[in-house]
């Protein structure tokens, strides 16, 4: 029990009020006194008491009407019901109500003491656990804003919505990815101090996440001065090549718009789409989600080799937006490290009817 607990006495009948004052005052709690219903409810709002005591036959408002109110948003103050009525039916509805107990008058000043006391320990504990709860609360708040800082969105809802700890190993999935690498960077770190080319650097990466989140993909990494995101992994979408590509053409977009004198910066991107192992890579210490697979180095083969602010997808992405993007073929090609030739196509926007989205890349001269 708290020291000096407050207790509100909510009774019209002046010698229950004399009698139960006295057995308060001498536990040491404060007591304030109402009469009516419509007046408990104005002293608890004020001074939040650590128990009540409400009979349940008061003017203006019942002392059920008054638990009722009081259990709709607080649920650990102590409330015991004190009435003369003996019927069954109003101890059960009290209960039901929210009542901590309830005791019939007349009451016997031992057994009443006894009670007062036991609430009055629940009340503590229960307050005692709500502020816990809160505690615990703020704290995984507090987890989950630092774990999205490296950690993919996806991959962390799942994370933390899993009753087991997260193991190495993936699955077969096919996964559309997206390389972008920002174009100029390296002359420039050449040019301007460390701290401003970080801050830079920071700000076009930044770009970049945004668009790929904003289409559902995820990210998988950053690598210098490029980025990797996933889409279809590891939350399966339909139109995961057009999502893909929405996001390519966003970031262009958005580089072409913060383009400042003195640095300006382009990006090229590969998009492919293919058959790859998405799951957790690594050691038993420290793992990464990320995507493995031939898939996944065609994708920068062709980021590789992407013009200035070119957008570059693979066959296998081609055939799941031709009728949704405008492309052009560039031919047969042969890429670093492939053993045979692909033929790259160059996104040059969506087509209207497919989306609002109206950014296009010119064509090539």
């Known amino acids: ?61 019942d002392g059920l009407d008054v638990l009722r109110e009081i259990r709709q948003t607080d649920p650990n103050t102590g409330i ?36 007062i006391r036991q609430v009055l320990d629940k009340t503590t504990l229960r307050r005692e656990n709500a502020r816990l709860q809160s505690q615990l609360e703020q704290a995984n708040a507090r987890i989950r804003e630092l774990l999205e800082r490296y950690m993919p969105a996806p991959v962390m809802a799942e994370f933390m919505h ?42 076009y990466l930044g770009l970049a996440a945004t668009a790929i989140q904003t289409q559902g993909g995820t990210l998988d990494k950053f690598m210098g001065d490029g980025i990797i995101g996933l889409f279809n992994a590891p939350t399966l979408q339909a139109d995961h090549a057009l999502r893909a590509v929405k996001a390519g053409l ?5 580089f072409q718009a913060a383009a400042e004198p003195g640095h300006k910066l382009s990006v090229g991107i590969g998009i492919n789409t293919g058959d790859v192992v998405v799951g957790n890579i690594g050691t038993p210490q420290l793992m990464n989600y990320t995507a493995i697979g031939d898939a996944m180095n065609l994708a920068q083969r062709l980021e590789e080799v992407a013009g200035t602010n070119e957008i570059l997808i693979g066959p296998h992405t081609f055939e799941l937006i031709k009728n949704l993007a405008e492309v052009e073929s560039l031919g047969p090609s042969q890429l670093r490290g492939r053993s045979e030739p692909i033929t790259p196509y160059r996104v040059l926007g969506i087509r209207p009817e497919t989306d609002s989205y109206s950014y296009h890349i010119p064509a090539r001269q």
């Open 80 to 115: 015991i019901m004190v009435s003369a009525l003996t019927s069954e039916r109003i101890t059960i509805d009290s209960m039901l109500a929210g009542a901590d107990d309830y005791i019939s008058k007349p009451f016997q000043l031992r057994e009443m003491r006894v009670r």
């Open 162 to 203: 899993s009753s087991t700890p997260p193991a190495l190993g993936g699955k077969r999935q096919v996964t559309t990815i997206l390389y972008a690498d920002i174009q100029g960077f390296t002359p420039l770190a050449e040019s301007i101090p460390s701290d401003r080319l970080v801050e830079i650097l920071n700000r």
């Open 250 to 254: 966003a970031i262009v977009a958005a």
């Open 1 to 61: 029990m708290a020291a000096n607990p407050i207790v509100l006495l909510v009774d019209d009948e002046p010698d229950t009020v004399h009698l139960v004052r006295k057995i308060l005052q001498a536990d040491g709690c404060q007591v304030i006194e109402t009469t009516d219903g419509d007046q408990a409810l104005a002293v608890y709002h004020e001074v939040t008491p650590d128990l009540i005591l409400l009979d349940i036959i008061l003017p203006h408002r």
